[in-house]
């Protein structure tokens, strides 16, 4: 066992016999090796514990712990994070899998820039038998930590440092399959996230899965996210009433009830004005790259209407 990993890497499962192996061979095949690897079964039925301690007895790297109940996702990662030794963190799922270098490239980019203390990548959508049905691929560019309020733009490739991370505290035990979006909210408000275009993951969609298992309980506890952290948001990122109409718009509830009505139209405006650009853009001009630059030239972001 290494005395001090320079990376920690949490893997909580539940009767994740099925793609354990594939996930944990994924992360010894790391062309960076300075890691620990904590798996932390959660008190799992099927063969889950004796294919993480066979990989434990084969790899000094590699420990296991067992929950005595079932304690579900966020209480496993806070269980596992309290015995990490690493100075950068991140965690995986069962059922997902690292590129090789996915290591090497998140803990390089945070060498390099002191300033940024999260950074997050882009992924595979790959289906039950490994085969890639789509490449999420979000240009860094694009994507804002003030956009967090909005919705998630985290991907599931992700690494922060031990600092952020005990500055923020645990992951919420009480939101359950929201608890990384709450996490990744807290984490913008207390520091700076970073964006690159390097796609190092897999993501793995099945019928088992948290996110079609339990994609009613995400959802609501997305908007309990929403509304936990709408003011800090605000208050930060300079949002305006604008931005907390959109909310509510786009998740069709009353997370924000004091948004004016009188604002209805401006947003429907905003809306029309930015589907012109990206229509024009695209007639236009036939490279992406050069579209991408027009549009977020004349379309309104989130920061430029401030002051409504």
Known sequence: MLENPKITVILPTYNGGQF???????????TENDWELIIVNDCSTDNTLEIAEGFSAKDSRIQVITNRTNMKLPASLNIGFSKARGRYFTWTSDDNLYKPNALEIMAAYLDNRREVDFITANSDIIG????????KYNTADIRLPVELILGCNISAAFMYRR?????????????????????????ALAGNIGYINDNI?????????????????????????????????????????????????????????STPIKLYPLFIFLKGYKLAVKLIAGLVFWDKALRRKIRRRFSFSINSICKI
């Open 128 to 135: 039950e038998e490994g085969e890639v049905l789509k490449q």
């Open 163 to 187: 600092e952020i991370a005990e500055a923020v505290g645990g992951y919420d035990e009480n939101l359950f399959c929201a608890e990384d979006y709450d996490y990744w909210c807290r984490i």
């Open 201 to 257: 993951y897999q993501y793995r969609k099945h019928k088992n899965s948290l996110s079609t298992t339990k994609r009613k309980e995400a959802e609501k506890n997305k908007l309990l996210v929403q509304k936990k952290h709408l003011d800090a948001f605000c208050s930060k990122f300079c949002l305006s009433n604008i931005d907390r109409l959109k909310i509510a718009v786009i998740n069709k509830s009353n997370v924000i009830e």
């Open 20 to 30: 354990l192996a594939q996930s944990v061979e994924s992360i010894i095949a790391q």
